[in-house]
């Protein structure tokens, strides 16, 4: 049986100067210098970062699923050997990120388990299906475009493991938006039963991607009402204080819709949204605030897609326990160096 | 939820050298049974891009660290050595050592 | 062959230099069959990605999906230039009626559980390297270029067969036992592998690639090592199928091969 790991598991710190240790943190992060596995660091800072890198491993892996169901349908060779790639890559970020949040002392089978028993959740854009090849596209250009806006900053969170893993995830996932959106360019240059397609897939990722990517609106101009607002605010200025998050949640939304919208015009696709518009005066495209209301439509929580998910994943892990137990009981015959033991 | 659980398999840090002239990076673990199945999950996960050259697993609880807490006694003796540094001295002046001049 | 009626509008490549239309229309058929071999059991493969035992397993059984992909893209591509009518890889692969696939049926056998698919895989990937080293010394050197690539990457295909069937062979007794019934199943379909037919018998006369039917031997004292390593015995199948060779398939392979055309089917004269 392993024991910890001695090289990132964390310390527990003599509580006698934990003022000293929290000073020594609080500069460290002030200073922009990163925080280490074995660094003293609060309780609190720990939960979140394992609560949010969790959320975003459990969405790696249960994100596979809407693009995985298209591997056999791709509709040319080439499609398919770039939706491989991609899937495989969803699969490897969730393993980055499972790998980055063990150094927290969590364990990455305890984590998979709370995904299973529901007890923590995968983002809710992935509980919207996945219902043509179109789909693949609009998840790639619009989720994956989201992602990458959301995740850029995460490059440089104040816990190392995790700026590390998202450094190999931000260069992995550019290639992921730049096929999705050469995905939906074929399809729109293509017939118009294609393109009807593209815009149809569209139609349905827009929301998911723009409310749920970045999170509850987190600040009053972001539209939210003055409760939700002030919640989302205060959760994001802990985070950002930890230099765990660097900007709000509506900051980067707006961000995102002002990368979208010209390209949404280059493909010729119209983004389900009237209210965009450009505001000279602001320098950004207007839309529909993402309310608590529409925040909530876009969650689709407790719906057939969002059980059917968790189902899959589960029925995968639950169909797989004979062959963990037999590696399990092969690697112990042989005491892990593949040589006979007995 | 810490810790690692009875039945899991072991923790392996993996060690990959990019490319040449370059020495084995740590990059992240991989959990596996044995060694030819953390090597294989390694290879797998971690070097999809690139030519990379070489792969080292090593089981986690195999290694040995000096950590931060210990920080005091162990890399107290690399501060306060100023004259380990090129700074400490005044600069060459014109004429290098082997005579080279600039005109 | 024809192409069906709702197949995308077929633009011709450029020939190679030096080649002719239709001038090596055996070599064609061979190189058909290992890529239909390679796209068969990708396509199978795919049906496992995010349903395999582990995420680690979910990543190698997509990356050696990946490969096979390739390998088919490849060999279409070739078979399609060499037959005389031009067809791309998308058309073969796309356009193409069930009865037209020349895959051995051990690849398109369903995935079963995991341990069929192992076995499956080690069948397929000791073939497999054995094939493509011959086809690394062929006269033509784009193609003796290709050979030598897919052998080094099945070779790591390979690794990951043997690996898994000696685990599960020497795991639990559950794994034992269904690793056996893995084997018992897919045996009977690996004869065909190494069959002779007219195509093949012209093309080892003529020098252009060898027969694949000496091959069975090595393949036979490579399994039987790790089979014997597993702790298990390699079967002795009473009976073997044939028919994959001239598109006499299993009833599975009609809705593998539907549901891999759905998309472009729904699509005429689509662009992709």
């Known amino acids: 049986m392993p024991g910890r790991c001695p090289v990132t598991a964390p310390t527990t710190a003599p509580a006698v100067d934990e003022g000293d240790l929290l000073a020594h943190f609080d500069a460290l992060v002030a200073a922009g210098e990163t925080i280490e596995p074995r660094d003293w660091m609060p309780d609190g800072y720990r939960r979140m970062l394992v609560r949010q890198i969790a959320q975003h491993a459990h969405s790696e892996i249960i994100g596979m699923q809407p693009e995985g169901a298209w591997l056999t349908r791709a509709p040319s060779l080439h499609r398919k050997s770039v939706l491989i790639a991609k899937v495989q890559d969803e699969a490897g970020h969730g393993l980055y990120l499972y790998s980055a949040a063990e150094t927290l002392g969590v364990d990455r089978a305890a984590l998979l388990d709370a995904l299973h028993r529901g007890q923590q959740r995968a983002s809710a854009t992935f509980n919207h299906p996945a219902l043509t090849w179109a789909d693949t596209g609009a998840i790639a250009w619009l989720t994956d475009g989201a992602a990458v806006i959301n995740q850029a900053p995460l490059c440089r969170t104040s816990y190392g493991p995790y700026a590390r893993a998202m450094r190999r995830v931000c260069q992995e996932e550019a290639f992921h938006v730049r096929q999705g959106y050469d995905l939906m360019r074929a399809l729109c240059e293509g017939t118009p039963e294609q393109k009807a397609m593209a815009q149809d897939a569209v139609n349905r990722w827009w929301l998911p991607a723009v409310a749920l990517m970045f999170g509850p609106p987190d600040t009053e101009a972001g539209g939210a009402d003055a409760r939700t607002a002030a919640l989302g605010a205060a959760v994001s200025r802990r985070a950002m204080a930890w230099g765990i998050k660097r900007h709000t949640n509506d900051e980067l939304r707006q961000r995102f819709v002002d990368s979208c919208v010209p390209q949404a015009e280059r493909l010729g696709l119209t983004l389900p949204d009237p209210a965009i518009r450009w505001n000279e005066e602001r320098g950004h495209y207007d839309f529909t605030p993402i309310d608590w209301d529409t925040y909530r439509e876009a969650l689709g929580d407790d719906t057939h897609w969002a059980r059917q998910r968790i189902a899959h994943r589960r029925a995968a892990h639950e169909d797989g326990a004979w062959v963990r137990e037999a590696a399990a009981a092969y690697a112990a015959r042989t005491d892990g160096t593949g040589g006979e033991d007995e | ?103 | ?272």
């Open chain 2, 1 to 103: 939820m810490s810790g690692t659980r009875e039945g899991a398999p072991a923790s392996w840090e993996v060690f990959l050298r990019s490319r040449r002239g370059l020495a084995h990076q740590h990059v992240g673990s991989v959990r596996a049974a044995g060694p030819d199945a953390a090597l294989a999950a390694a290879r797998d996960l971690y070097t999809r891009r690139g030519e990379p050259l070489s792969l080292w697993v090593v089981r986690s609880d195999a290694v040995h660290t000096a950590s931060p807490d210990e920080r005091d006694p162990y890399f107290a003796g690399a501060r306060h050595k100023p004259y380990r540094y090129p700074e400490h001295f005044a600069p060459l002046t014109e004429k290098g050592p082997e005579g080279e001049h600039h005109e």
């Open chain 3, 1 to 272: 062959m024809s192409i069906t009626s709702d197949a995308p509008v077929v633009r011709r490549p450029d020939p190679l230099p030096g080649e002719q239309p239709s001038a090596a229309p055996d070599l064609a058929r061979y190189l058909l069959r290992l890529g239909d071999d390679a796209l068969v059991l990708g396509q199978r493969l795919c049906q496992w990605i995010t349903r395999a035992p582990t995420i680690d397993e979910d990543l190698a059984l997509s990356n050696i999906a990946l490969d096979l992909i390739g390998h088919a893209r490849a060999l279409l591509t070739r078979a399609g230039r060499l037959d005389g009518t031009g067809r791309t890889e998308d058309d073969l692969a796309y356009g193409r009626s069930d009865r037209e696939f020349t895959n051995a049926l051990l690849t398109e056998l369903p995935n079963g559980d995991f341990a069929a698919t192992v076995a499956r895989q080690l069948a397929y990937t000791h073939y497999a390297v054995l094939s493509y080293e011959t086809l690394a010394h062929c006269a033509d050197p784009d193609l003796a270029a290709f050979g030598a690539r897919a052998a080094k990457e099945v070779a790591f295909h390979r690794l990951h067969a043997d690996r898994w069937t000696v685990t599960l062979g020497r795991g639990t007794e559950e794994s034992a036992r269904r690793m056996r019934d893995g084997l018992e199943r897919v045996w009977p379909y690996t004869a065909e592998l190494f069959e002779e037919d007219e195509v093949v018998r012209r093309l080892a006369a003529s020098g252009t690639v060898p027969s694949p039917a000496p091959l069975r031997e090595t393949w036979l004292g490579r399994v039987t090592e790790v089979v014997t390593e597993a702790g298990l015995t390699v079967p002795t199948p009473a009976w073997s199928a044939t028919g994959g060779r001239s598109g006499l398939h299993t009833e599975e392979f009609g809705p593998l091969i539907a549901e891999l055309q759905s998309v472009r089917r729904q699509f005429p004269g689509g662009t992709w």
